[in-house]
């Protein structure tokens, strides 16, 4: 039988996984299985078969065949969360930021997740897609295959909609696995009562939204000067009864409830917990709510890191996701992400892949198709460049590691992409 495609000689098959797995947690984290002198066949869209060079049968073909001698093949990462789909980029207030101004300095006189929205508002969907097109096709170049993209940026009935659709329509048109968050309450609209806005969010937000299957998750900021622990869990609740799924933007700028409130809410994931302590872990720990951290963004905003060592010893998982946005995090760059983990955070290479893989999957609820390679899941994969050991990858901080990318069982052009 012809296949599609066969990669050989491989130097290392990365997250080789017999075993179906939701995700990772604390010890097991810090093991990577890693197949030496290995191929893999690709048939169908899926992961056909792999196994060790000298076990490879006489007579196995496909239509196309690699050589990775030298190279790794990895399962493409998953970035549970982004907010790719947005106008414009904010380098304006980063200069700010580097005089002096906090994050809440700009998103109290206007700036921020405010400017964004007026300038969204202003393009029509057509516009916002060609606008963020380009970041979906950067990230499939950096090795990302399953993205989670979120609304925010629109903050009116149509505005919100308007980036879902976008969203929905990169599912649609990159080979990227989307999977689309609302986040209606990111922030309060300019010249709008919380009260007002929030009954808009639960009485019209929510229920549009579900009516045009736009979106599989809710999300709250829940932060000091955007939404409280009480007014997320009325958003949150308000959004499962028309099945969307809680995750939260926890924890980022204090101490909020952030994490309190998504595990009593049943949400998959809270993300950021850049300010997280002793009660937190304790509570994550008798959840199945997954903790994502977001370096990108505690590098960017000079914000302490994720306290990663502390949550993974305590038995926890933890995931890393990107938060690609225009504001606190403009990078979709997920080997930059697990060079920060490893770096900043302290995790080794193998716990930052693992979290960078399937357990960010399993937020998505993708642990039975994507993160692992295993006979049978989706054919994401990427090999690598030419790489001494798989280590390399976190080590080369921002270089990318990626040389050839292959996306539903097909091999993508890097440069003129689907
Ligand atoms: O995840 N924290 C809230 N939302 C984004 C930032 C949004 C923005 O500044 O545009 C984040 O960091
Ligand atoms: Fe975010």
Request: with cysteine; glycine share 8%.
């Amino acid at each position: 039988m012809v296949h599609d495609i066969l990669i050989t000689n491989i130097k290392g098959l990365v997250q080789v996984r017999e075993n179906p797995i939701q995700k990772i947690s604390g010890k097991e984290m810090s093991y990577l299985p890693v197949l030496q002198d290995a191929f893999l066949v690709i048939a169908d869209g899926l992961i056909h078969s792999y196994g060790s060079m000298k076990d490879l049968p006489a007579d196995v073909t496909a239509k196309q065949t690699f050589d990775a001698t030298g190279r790794f093949v990895f399962p493409s990462f998953v970035d549970s969360h982004t907010h790719l789909v947005f106008a414009y980029p904010r380098e304006d207030e980063f200069v700010m930021k580097l005089k002096g101004a906090s994050y809440e300095d700009i998103a109290a006189s206007g700036g921020g997740i405010l400017n964004s929205a007026k300038r969204l508002q202003l393009l029509s969907e057509q516009e916002l897609f060609e606008r963020s097109i380009p970041r979906a096709k950067e990230i499939i170049n950096t090795g990302t295959g399953a993205v989670e993209i979120k609304s925010g940026y629109g903050l009116t009935i149509k505005d919100e909609l308007k980036m879902l659709r976008v969203a929905k329509r990169i599912a649609k048109e990159t080979p990227l696995t989307v999977k689309t968050t609302f986040l209606g309450a990111h922030a309060v609209p300019l010249g709008k009562k919380k009260e007002e806005y929030i009954a808009e969010i639960i009485n019209e937000m929510i229920p549009s939204v579900a009516a045009e299957h736009l979106a599989e998750y809710i999300d709250v900021f829940c932060e000091t000067g955007f939404f409280t622990v009480d007014e997320t869990e009325q958003i949150v609740e308000a959004g499962k009864k028309f099945g969307l799924i809680p995750r939260i933007h926890a924890n980022q700028l204090s101490r909020s409830g952030g994490v309190q409130v998504g595990v009593k809410t049943g949400a998959i994931s809270v993300d950021h917990l850049e300010n997280i302590g002793d009660e937190e872990i304790e509570i994550l720990r008798r959840s199945e709510t997954m903790p994502v951290s977001l370096p990108g963004a505690a590098f960017f905003l000079n914000l302490p890191f994720t306290p990663a060592r502390k949550m993974i010893d305590a038995g926890l998982p933890l995931a890393i996701a990107s938060d690609f946005n225009p504001g606190s995090a403009p990078s979709g760059n997920m080997p930059l992400m697990i060079s920060f983990a490893c770096i900043k955070m302290k995790m080794t290479p193998e716990e930052a892949i693992n979290a960078a893989t399937i357990n960010t999957a399993y937020t998505l609820g993708l642990s039975q198709t994507h993160g692992t390679i295993k006979a049978g899941k989706v054919a994401n994969v990427f090999i690598s460049q030419p790489l001494s050991s798989s280590c390399f990858l976190p080590y080369s901080f921002g270089s990318n590691p990626v040389d050839q990318v292959i996306l539903n069982g097909k091999l993508i052009s890097t440069k003129t992409p689907w």
